[in-house]
């Protein structure tokens, strides 16, 4: 039976229907053209799939969509809407991605821990990216772009 | 040699911009609209069994189900170097986890519930699991019909056996060197199977149009072969089949070749005018694409008391899984090569690809030279022991040069292997003792040296066009795919040098068969030497074609023009420019009013005429395989909790000679992720398997790789430069390489720790706690 939720997507408000099984990330995706959070593994191991609910992060994959109805939603998309971030501009100038599958997870990250912790030591960030996987970096560039935006706030 | 403006210097990467806006789109972002279909596939519950029937008649009644397939629509076999895998097994399955049917449904969710209804009757055979056990003669046969698999002239299948190929090199006398050296030592080294996990999973979708046009959106690194492939099994003319690749979120020599694509092309020709798309669970992305093989390997090595090798005998016996289509090369090459980096007169060299019930093997980064420079290296730092001499001591004393003969007798290119060896050691403070301040951690380092050529057929080629448009900027058509190791700015940059045109004005493009010239595949690390190349040609191409226009128009010598900062300048008239929006598309008005000139449209091709695969079948000499070797070291210093067992790296430092490094970051940033990758295999990564040949740990919690946590806190890059001579700007590859010293240099630094030599790994904390056990039982 499909269900009618509502909830605010990047700032705007969303009404769509809803399987009870179905999930964030496949309602984002498939159904409402929002492709930045990936599909890495379904299992809420890998944060590829990371995006803000009321401003904490969440893996969408394992998160049902009626469970964020009355709510808010934000991904990558929204976070850039007023152009870039000073985060953005710090990973681009890092080089810090390489394939790039698992960047609007890490941003998505990076963004609720400088939310709540503006200037983290490399611990912190070591920390609160620890869920997030990248195969490609070795997390090295990912790290030093924080950091820089952590000192200079 | 003209100063270079961009080559060299550092740059932002030019797909930076699109990957951290979210705007990079990879093959599950696009949209195919509501004709969209999706397919389920059903696996393989047995490792080894005899298919005696499949029915398939109740989930075709499924409502939603549009098709379902088996062996019996598509019998084809197909396969890069040997076509032993199926597109569907007929008479029998070899691994967990195989295709067996497929469904093809209007939603995903539907298609794998079809696929439960599914009947197969199967009769379990022997199941073999060791390459050890699958090379003794009494041994159950994998593929009873190897001998009438179509095979490349250079791979040697043993028909009657389970071995898929074997590669020999015999130099110099071994028996007679062993007998005279005055030590000799030799022991076994495991390495087991291991997988790419790229975040994104495999995935394809495949369209089929009544006009026999197959169209596939894949995941890929290799376009063209895909196309080939596809072409050659399926029976469509190659001009038919379109490959579009979107970006690839991680490759490593897992989306190289083909695999569970063909189930996609075969999906949408039962299907006309329907998108169908095949996307990959975690799970299947464990089981049923490519695994690194397992490798047992056996070293006897033979010094002299002054320090200098004088034999080694080296066999290798890999687990290639159920099929050698891309793995009997992975074996192949590290046959050549297994001597390492070294001067040795007297080698014997035997590696086998072995089948066995696991899944299929093929191309990793590394290619199987992390696997085999596991036992090397730890042999080698034993060795040394045995010398009383300094590991790195004895590592430079052995250390091939240019004009050394190779193991199948070609000259050594230039290398700056010694240099790398020194910058690594200086890096690490190799020599220097460091003592935990916590009694209960003993710290240590340990080293290694790497080489690694990239494993191609002989007439492996890249192509390149380059386009102008009217305001002056390029977009470069190449058919080499952009990983992440930085393959677009790398190509941008070669342009910009030869056409002195701003990296703002240039775009490289992905990969479309039909638009984009050829490209044998992204792998080996070969795509910035071999690609770069093309792209070279093409801007000079280009260059020329610029030149002969404003010649022309203006009755100015060619030689006396020149290009600056996307202009023609003149060596005699400083005031003579002419910006190349002036007429690199609307060409340059005369006075008359006609116009000379027309389109830019450089083009420009590589092929390695000087590469050979005709060699002697017993001694692996007469031809040349390998183009080039790239070489280079890395070191660790690590803390052994002596509680815990656990292993906590450091430091870590690797160099290595990139000919030329285009981007310097972007080499360094190779080196930091290959370490990284390395470290996850030297110290957790393993696949593990029950006996029945299921996987136990086919997800991210019970296999475990790096995460922020994990990484050491100091990682030193360093580069080399001793140029290729045949390397655009003398550059060669080192993105696979980075990975090649972190196993051996891990168990190096753990015996330095702990007097012990462990000769698996991953080094378990299980594994470092028994050595403990073993220490004091002394
Ligand atoms: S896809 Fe959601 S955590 Fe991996
Ligand atoms: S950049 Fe490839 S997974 Fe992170």
């Not at chain 2, 280009?542 to 023009?561: C, M």
Request: proline share 6%.
């Amino acid at each position: 039976m499909k269900r009618e939720i509502n909830f605010t997507l990047n700032g705007d408000p969303v009404s769509i229907e809803v399987r009870p099984n179905e999930k964030l990330l496949d309602v984002l995706r498939d159904h409402l053209g929002v492709k930045s959070p990936k599909h890495g593994c379904g299992r809420g191991e890998c944060g590829a799939c990371s995006v803000l609910l009321n401003g904490k992060s969440i893996r969408s994959c394992i998160t049902l969509a009626v469970e964020v109805d009355g709510q808010e939603i934000v991904t990558l998309e929204g976070l850039e809407k007023n152009g870039l971030t000073d985060l953005q501009k710090s990973f681009l100038k890092h080089n810090a991605f390489q394939c790039g599958f698992c960047a609007p997870g890490f941003t998505i990250s990076a963004t609720e821990l400088l939310n709540n912790n503006p200037h983290p030591d490399e611990n912190e960030i070591r920390e609160a990216i620890s869920g997030n996987l990248c195969r490609c970096t070795g997390y090295k560039n990912i790290v030093g772009a924080i950091l820089d935006v952590a000192k200079k706030k | 040699m003209k100063k270079l403006k961009y080559v060299g210097k550092n740059a932002v990467r030019i797909d930076g911009l699109a990957k951290i806006t979210g705007a990079a789109e990879y093959t599950d972002d696009i949209e195919f609209g509501p004709k969209l279909l999706f397919v389920g596939v059903l696996e393989s519950p047995y490792a080894h069994a005899l298919i005696k029937n499949i029915d398939t008649s109740e989930a075709e009644k499924v409502p939603g189900v549009r098709a379902v397939i088996s062996g019996k629509d598509f019998p084809e076999k197909f396969g890069l170097y040997l076509k032993d895998n199926s597109i569907f097994p007929i008479d029998r399955v070899r691994y967990v986890g195989e295709q067996v049917a497929a469904v093809i449904a209007t939603t995903q969710e539907i298609a794998d519930n079809a696929v439960k209804l599914i009947k197969v009757d199967y009769e379990p055979l022997p199941v073999l699991q060791s390459p050890l056990d699958a090379i003794k003669p009494d041994a159950v046969l994998i593929h009873p019909d190897l001998g009438s698999y179509e095979v490349v002239p250079w791979l040697y299948p043993q028909p009657g056996t389970n071995i898929a190929h074997v590669r020999k090199i015999r130099k110099g006398n071994v028996d007679k060197a062993f007998k005279e050296a005055d030590f000799v030592l030799e022991d076994w080294y495991h390495v087991p199977h291991v997988v790419h996990a790229p975040l994104e999973t495999h995935i394809s979708v495949s369209l089929f149009t009544l006009d026999g046009r197959l169209t596939m959106w894949n995941s890929t690194q290799s376009p063209h072969t895909q196309r080939n492939i596809i072409a050659h099994s399926l029976k469509i003319p190659h001009k038919d089949v379109r490959v579009i690749a979107s970006f690839v979120g991680g490759g490593f020599g897992g989306k190289a070749g083909i695999n569970m694509e063909v189930i996609g092309a075969v999906a949408a020709m039962k299907v006309p005018g329907h998108p169908v798309k095949v996307r990959w669970t975690r799970k299947q992305e464990f089981e049923n694409t490519s695994q690194r093989q397992e490798l047992y390997a056996h070293i006897k090595m033979g010094v002299k008391k002054d320090g200098t090798i004088t034999a080694l005998e080296h066999k290798l016996y890999w687990d290639v899984g159920a099929s050698a289509e891309y793995g009997s090369n992975v074996v192949n090459a590290t046959g050549f090569s297994a001597t390492g980096p070294y001067r040795i007169p007297n080698v014997s060299i035997d590696s086998y690809a072995i089948y066995t019930n696991r899944p299929p093997c093929g191309a990793y980064r590394g290619f199987g030279y992390s696997e085999f420079h596991f036992g090397l290296e730890s042999h080698i730092d034993r060795m040394a022991k045995m010398l009383k001499m300094d590991p790195v001591e004895f590592r430079k004393k052995n250390a091939i040069s240019r004009k050394d003969k190779v193991a199948y007798g070609v000259e050594m290119n230039p290398t700056g292997i010694q240099e790398c060896i020194d910058k690594v050691a200086e890096a690490i403070e190799w020599g220097k003792e460091d003592k935990s301040p916590d009694p209960n951690k003993i710290r240590a380092k340990g080293f290694a040296s790497a080489w690694k050529a990239p494993a191609m057929p002989p007439n492996e080629s890249s192509a390149a066009f380059i386009k102008f448009s009217e305001d002056g900027s390029i977009n470069i058509l190449v058919s080499g795919m952009e990983l992440g190791q930085g393959f677009m700015t790398a190509m941008a940059k070669i342009a910009a040098e030869e056409l002195s045109l701003p990296l703002e004005k240039i775009r490289v493009e992905l990969p479309d068969t039909d638009r984009n010239p050829y490209e044998w595949q992204t792998v080996a690390s070969h795509v910035t030497w071999s690609c770069g190349n093309a792209v070279r040609r093409a801007a000079i191409d280009a260059r020329n074609q610029i030149l002969e226009t404003v010649s022309r128009a203006y009755h100015i010598d060619k030689s006396n023009l020149y290009l600056e900062d996307g202009q023609v300048k003149s060596y005699t008239d400083s005031e003579f420019k002419l910006p190349f929006e002036n007429f690199v598309i609307n060409g340059i008005e005369m006075p008359d009013g006609t116009y000379r000139g027309g389109p830019i449209m450089g083009k420009g091709m590589f092929m390695p005429e000087f590469s050979s695969a005709k060699v002697n079948p017993e001694t692996g000499q007469g031809g040349h395989p390998n183009v080039h070797y790239t070489t280079g070291a890395g070191a660790v210093e690590i803390e052994i909790d002596k509680e815990t067992g656990r292993i906590k790296v450091l430091k870590a430092a690797e160099a290595f000679d990139a000919g030329k490094a285009i981007n310097p970051d972007l080499v360094k940033d190779q080196i930091v992720g290959g370490f990284v990758q390395g470290l996850g295999t030297a110290l957790w990564e393993e696949v593990k398997f029950d006996k029945n040949g299921r996987i136990l740990n086919p997800n991210f919690t019970d296999y475990k790789i790096p995460t922020a946590l994990d990484v050491p806190p100091v990682m030193i890059p360093i580069i080399v430069e001793v140029p290729q001579p045949d390397g655009p700007f003398g550059a060669r590859g080192i993105a696979e390489h980075t990975m090649i010293p972190v196993m051996p240099a891990v168990a190096n630094a753990v015996e330095n720790a702990l007097g012990v030599r462990i000769k698996s790994v991953p080094l378990t904390p299980e594994k470092i706690l028994n050595a403990l056990k073993e220490k004091e039982e002394k």
